[in-house]
């Protein structure tokens, strides 16, 4: 038996801060969530102004990142390519995930322990403020890092 780290609540409600103050100083209307390791919400917020879709996306593509165990934008790229199937991960995960920008991965000592979700701009700027949180994580982590 081995045991898991985990994310704890002052880290996801860190992370979504840390997030939510970059977001305001480059005026991005947008939802952030962080998740554990099994998709689930733990911290979440939206910006005043951020679009109603952006609330279950940014929770989805948090989720991506979490059970998929990579990056969500990976997800994407790889559908641009071809690799079609990827499309039926939804179905698959019976939950609703985003395979677009704006999700990242958490680890420590090589276990996912969460994810960040971001949505509201553009992919670029969703996964810039994204990982912003993900840098807090690291920080927050050390010693943890995988």
Known sequence: MRMMNCLELADADHLVEVALDHA??????????????????????????ASAASVETSAAKARTA??????????????SSGRLALLTLQGVLHQPCALMAGGLVLRCKG????????????????????????????????????
Request: hydrophobic share 45%.
């Open 24 to 49: 305001q100083q480059t005026s991005a209307l947008v939802s952030i969530a962080v998740v554990d390791a099994a998709g689930i919400l733990m911290s979440f917020r939206r910006l005043d102004g």
């Open 66 to 79: 979490a059970l998929t165990g990579a990056d969500s934008s990976n997800a994407e790229q790889a559908i």
């Open 111 to 146: 276990d996912v322990v969460g994810a960040i979700g971001v949505s509201g701009m553009t992919p670029d700027q969703d996964a810039a403020i994204a990982r912003v949180g993900f840098e807090a994580f690291e920080i927050r982590a050390q010693g943890c890092s995988s």
